[in-house]
């Protein structure tokens, strides 16, 4: 069968990715400074796969991804520090990494109800605004530690954890793979191509916007916790505006509805500014140009052709076929 | 001083605030009704405004009103620039498309002039010199004189092209039926362009309003103010011209009394939850029509 | 047989335009029936009335004796209203099989864990969801391109595809807006073969929107004539297209 292999072939993959870390790690051969990239490697596979939820499938634009990722960091922190005497480590990060989620989550109904109903842009202004807020709420309340930001959280998702970090990894991306290709992720993706159509064939349009849309809340509020227990501390700057850009960079640079391309752009977008270091400067610029290259060229009279000549093949073969 | 006097005084804040919010706000609408996208890069213009005239007043010595002249020609040209390489090659493609290319093009804005001027704020002393005066207790700034003056002579004049000049009738027969303005022989691409350019025109003259207001340059000054105004052209109905004026003066209002009676640091919440309402209760806003989609 | 669908008074204006007013509609189970009229006369807004895309302002659609108005098209939809469009709307980036399945929504059915987990249940529907797909497109000959993108059909299969998508739904009624425009005499020819093909293997109730004079006399069994929005005659095809009024409102004088 098709899909066995498939299966087999991407389990072998995340084996052979895990064991090659695993060596690396155990082996001494990394440096200090890569040792300590390969938890936020993970964390940006799980807010871009999240991300592309919303915006490959869904169609719609959320700029807001950091800041439900920094809802679940904290709450998902503060409890990782609470416990931490109490509770043993796994089960204490197990449980934060859900109420992480489940904190994100609920942000995420509170948003996308009022605005998933809508036709048109509104999601993407609503999500930014929402996460300016977020960020002076963070810098303003003290249980958060304000802008000097919350310290002494506990080192419990760095890369000594690898193997928890990385099962969360998969279970993420394993999810959303599932889930697109699935009822429900058809409906999304129906929903995303037409959605009067949609409705016409009896989808539940605002209900599987929303749906769509907190799931990724969820796993980026889940993504934040591992973030927060990898660093030690988190700062409301983090989360800014230009976090949210950088992993809707991921998603589009991966291809727009493509998961194993935004996690391709995740792992080199993360490695890439730590290996170059000098073209700091130019980084965000870089950026910047790849999103608006990256559209023109998607929808350039270049690649128009290209693809209908790709499709005029097909059709022959197919005719050739019949 | 009185409550009352108190108040008063709010309220004038506010009205300063509200009436850059609804120069840029008009930008925001003219584009939607034309474009039928959100130019997230608007704001950005602001900015671009903003550092401009520094470079002129400050840098370049120019006398304070060829400054503005000049700032106002540059972000006219920049809009149009913008919508010629940036959106015009994406009409045909999804709005989605659209909408990444246009932060695209904000974050371009923003991350050029963070490596032209850096990231350290530059203080810029208000070009704006006017005394205050005092009517009857109530203070009021030379600045909030000026700023009113200003956009009440701009919203004139918008009006006057939008309703007395071909290419204002151009304007109105584009954004309502692109097509039949076409087959009527309006140059499509041309009012385009106009649109973009009277638009970030505007955005200019806002900008030059808000940094004598602000008076520090920061690359991402431009991004609250342009947020805070496009909640004001959907408040007042996304694609309507009085409204954008309309939506913009409450919201400044709004703000100024939120920031004076509620707190400081909660006032953009409180802005934003206006847009959550308005979406929710009239997503039309207060004098847009309601578009009847054709299925 | 027994009356489906039975609109009575229905209308609705837009601010102060009264586009549909006082339109009556008795079908019965079973029947092939068709609303023409000049353009602009109403016949979409009507259909998207029945549908949900927009609530009536006045009037009642029964459909088996339950009320329609005020649903949500997704609603309606289950009920047992299905529909194409006049500008064709498919699912542009997902397959000629996935554009089926995603009509089979709400027929072949499981939950969201199942979805996630790729439970047992998820393969045994899958599988149930494909074979009905196919089953479907091979009716109208599509099921070779069953993988193909649904942009890259050519138009006529496009409309096909379309037709086949709207019967996933397993409705009691179907509703087709213009299924003829743009297409050549022989596309209509085959089309015309395609609908009685649906008759006889859906036991479906068509109600359609049609300009083709051929096509209308040719197979509906009954009219409906809208102008300017109100219901100017209905009755048997050569009734109706001998009704001196109906020429005038197609012809002028």
């Known amino acids: ?322 | 001083m009185s409550l009352i006097n108190a108040i008063l005084e709010q309220l004038l804040n506010g009205l300063r605030t509200g009436s850059i919010y609804a120069l840029i706000a008009l930008g925001y609408t003219m584009v939607y009704g034309i474009a039928k996208m959100i130019n997230f890069a608007h704001g950005d213009i602001i900015m671009v405004g903003a550092y401009t005239l520094y470079v002129c007043v400050s840098l370049l010595h120019l006398h304070p009103i060829l400054a503005v002249v000049i700032t106002i020609l540059v972000c006219a040209l920049l809009g149009v620039v913008i919508e010629k390489i940036a959106y015009k090659p994406l009409r045909q493609a999804p709005p989605l498309a659209v909408l990444i290319t246009a932060i695209g093009v904000s974050y371009l804005l923003q991350n050029l002039a963070l490596l032209i001027f850096k990231a350290t704020p530059i203080p810029f002393a208000s070009i704006i010199k006017v005394p205050s005066i005092k009517i009857g207790g109530v203070h009021v700034s030379g600045l909030t004189i000026v700023t009113l003056i200003v956009t009440t002579i701009s919203m004139i004049l918008l009006t006057l092209f939008i309703n007395k000049t071909k290419a204002g009738r151009a304007m109105r027969a584009v954004s309502e039926d692109k097509g039949a303005a076409e087959l009527m022989g309006v140059n499509v691409n041309q009012t385009i362009s106009i649109t973009f350019a009277v638009g970030s025109a505007l955005a200019a003259v806002a900008g030059v309003l808000f940094i004598a207001q602000y008076e520090t340059l920061l690359p991402t000054l431009g991004a609250l103010p342009g947020i805070k105004a496009f909640v004001a052209a959907v408040l007042g109905g996304i694609g309507s011209i009085p409204g954008a004026m309309l939506g913009g003066l409450i919201l400044g209002i709004i703000e100024s009394l939120a920031k004076a009676y509620i707190s400081t640091q909660l006032s953009d919440a409180i802005v934003f939850s206006v847009l959550v309402i308005v979406l929710l209760v009239k997503p039309s806003g207060l004098l847009g029509k309601m578009k009847i989609e054709k299925v | 047989m027994g009356v489906l669908l039975e609109v009575k008074n229905l209308g609705i204006s837009f601010g102060g335009l009264r586009a549909v007013d006082g339109l009556n509609m008795t079908i019965n189970e079973g029947a092939l029936v068709g609303l023409i009229g000049p353009n602009g006369a109403g016949k979409t807004t009507a259909f998207n009335m029945l549908t949900g895309v927009y609530r009536p302002t006045d009037g009642t659609i029964m459909l088996d004796g339950k009320s329609l108005v005020g649903k949500k098209p997704a609603e309606i939809c289950q009920e047992g209203v299905a529909r194409t469009f006049q500008n064709i709307r498919l699912f542009t980036q997902m397959s000629v099989l996935d554009n089926v399945k995603a009509a089979l929504h709400n027929s072949i059915k499981y939950n969201l864990a199942t979805s996630f987990l790729h439970l047992p249940a998820y393969f045994a529907k899958e599988k149930e969801m494909d074979e009905e797909a196919l089953k479907i497109l091979k009716i109208f000959e599509l099921d070779s391109f069953a993988d193909t993108n649904a942009s890259n059909l050519p138009y006529g299969k496009q409309r096909k595809l379309e037709i086949a998508r709207a019967l996933a739904t397993n409705p009691k009624l179907l509703l087709l807006d213009e299924p003829a425009a743009g297409m050549n005499p022989n596309e209509t020819k085959e089309l015309m073969d395609t609908i009685e093909l649906i008759r006889k293997e859906f036991k479906v109730t068509i109600l359609l929107i049609e300009h083709d004079m051929k096509l209308v006399s040719g197979i509906c069994e009954y009219l409906y004539v809208l102008n300017f929005g109100t219901e100017l005659a209905h009755g048997t095809p050569s009734e109706v297209l001998n009704d001196p009024r109906v020429v005038k409102a197609y012809l002028g004088e």
């Open chain 1, 1 to 322: 069968m098709k899909i066995d292999k498939k299966i087999i072939v991407n389990a072998l993959i995340a084996l052979v990715v895990y064991a090659a870390v695993m060596g690396l790690v155990k082996g001494g051969v990394l440096s200090r400074q890569m040792m300590s990239l390969i938890t936020p490697v993970c964390v940006y596979v799980m807010m871009s796969v999240s991300l592309s939820l919303v915006v490959g499938f869904l169609g719609e634009l959320s700029l807001g991804h950091a800041a439900f990722m920094s809802i679940g960091a904290y709450t998902g922190c503060l409890f990782l520090i609470a416990t931490k005497d109490i509770l043993p480590v796994l089960v204490s990060l197990l449980l934060a990494v859900f109420i992480g989620g489940v904190a994100a989550a609920l942000l995420g109904v509170i948003i996308g109800i009022p605005v998933l109903r809508l036709k048109g842009d509104y999601l993407a202004i609503v999500t930014l605004g929402f996460g300016e807020i977020i960020k002076s709420v963070f810098n303003s309340l003290k249980i958060t530690g304000g802008a000097k930001g919350l310290s002494k959280i506990p080192l419990v998702a760095t890369y000594k954890n690898f193997t928890f970090v990385f099962i969360l990894m998969l279970l993420v991306i394993l999810l959303v793979s599932h889930l697109v290709n699935s009822r429900h992720g058809r409906a999304v993706c129906a929903i995303r191509d037409n959605y009067i159509a949609a409705e016409a064939v009896g989808i539940p349009v605002s209900r599987y916007k929303i749906l769509a849309f907190v799931i990724a809340a969820f796993m980026a509020g889940m993504a934040g916790v591992i973030y927060g227990a990898n660093l030690g501390i988190l700062k409301p700057a983090n989360f800014d505006y230009n976090a949210s850009i950088e992993i809707l960079v991921m998603v589009v640079l991966g291809g727009m509805g493509s998961i194993k391309g935004s996690i391709i752009a995740a792992v080199i977008l993360t490695l890439l500014p730590e290996l170059l270091r000098g073209a700091s400067d130019y980084r965000m610029l870089i950026y910047a140009i790849a999103l608006i290259a990256m559209m023109l060229f998607n929808n350039s009279s270049f690649k128009r052709n290209l693809t209908e000549k790709r499709n005029l093949q097909q059709a022959e073969k197919l005719s050739k076929e019949v």
